[in-house]
């Protein structure tokens, strides 16, 4: 598995996390570039000096702006608590003199579904008007931001949410908001499981120096974050109509101006629960939805195949 997610990310800055959605197990976590540290000894100088950083795990430690990959969550929490806005009346968003748009044109008039799927921001802005500050700051932490996902390798340090003051610009993810590639798998991963966010499992079992196995499997229970009614729905409107699979691809824009692609998907709840239940979160630090929709794609398909 290691090898085939090498040859599609291969050349390509990002990162790639891949979650069984109810039992937390983390299937894959991989950072994009990478070394070989069978040779580190003799190439240390040109990785620590390499711009792209391929020291850097990017799934577990990469801070960046989820963009309108908060799409999903912000139509289920908006389905429970009340009625989807009627109208969209825009598609682009400006964020520090650049303007984010949609993934896949689409023109006006269009659906919720239609704009989510496509990562168009400035309906967004309608959502976090309507969820307001305390709303969005309780959706953030239930579903994880605020705080490093418990897995047995340092995961740095979760942003503080004391406080969400712009929450249009918040909604479209752009303005108070920084999370990990790990971070939103886990949250995507809620929309497949009924609407609970798994606690993450990386390591199962060791066997110590005895011959002993270990079990570390996390006992600590799953945290309800929508309704099963509402994570159903909404993976229901973003469900792909090829693969039985919900997804969404977002553009977001760092403080420098760098420009990433987010793609967020996972098995749909009521589909074949005999292969295990899966949701996949990559990050390519540049503009390139068909390609971060390529390798979700493949990934889910490829860990749904018995």
């Known amino acids: 598995r290691q090898m085939c997610i090498r040859d599609r990310i291969e050349g390509t800055v990002g990162a790639i996390v891949l979650i069984e959605a109810r039992s937390g197990d983390l ?7 990478t070394y070989d540290a069978n040779s580190l ?23 960046y702006p989820p963009g309108a ?20 009346h825009k598609l682009e968003a400006e964020v520090s003199q650049s303007i984010l748009t949609c993934t896949t044109p689409i023109q006006l008039p269009t659906t919720w579904e239609a704009s989510a799927r496509a990562g168009c921001p400035y309906p967004l802005t309608e959502l976090g008007l309507m969820l307001g500050e305390s ?8 579903l994880g931001f605020d705080q490093p ?8 340090q979760a942003i503080d949410l004391n406080g969400l003051p712009t929450p249009t610009v918040t909604a479209f993810g752009q303005a108070d908001i920084l999370v990990s590639p790990l971070q939103l798998a886990l949250a995507a991963a809620a929309l497949s499981n009924q609407g609970e966010r798994p606690n993450p499992n990386f390591l199962l079992e060791a066997e110590s120096f005895n011959g002993d196995w270990i ?5 600590e229970s799953s945290v ?7 994570a159903a729905q909404t993976a229901s409107l973003l469900s792909d109509d090829t693969y039985p699979i919900w997804e969404t691809t977002a553009y977001a824009v760092t403080e420098t101006g760098q420009k990433l692609t987010w793609y967020l998907a996972g098995s749909l709840p009521d589909g074949d629960q005999t292969t295990g239940l899966y949701a996949v979160a990559v990050l ?16 889910l398909l490829f860990a749904g195949t018995p």
Request: aromatic share 6%.
């Open 149 to 156: 996902p418990q897995i047995r390798l340092d995961t740095g």
């Open 27 to 33: 299937l894959v976590i991989h950072s994009s570039p």
């Open 69 to 88: 990959s908060l799409a999903p969550f912000l139509l289920a929490q908006t389905q429970t608590s009340g009625a989807l806005p009627q109208d969209i």
């Open 135 to 142: 709303g969005l700051l309780a959706l953030f932490t239930d």
């Open 215 to 219: 079990t570390y499997r996390q006992t």
């Open 284 to 299: 390519l630090e540049k503009t390139n939805p068909a390609l971060a929709e390529k390798i979700g794609q493949q990934l």
């Open 224 to 230: 309800r974050v929508f309704s099963a009614n509402a």
């Open 41 to 63: 000894q003799e190439n240390w100088d040109a990785l620590n000096e390499d711009p792209a950083a391929p020291f850097l795990n990017r799934a577990v430690h990469g801070r």
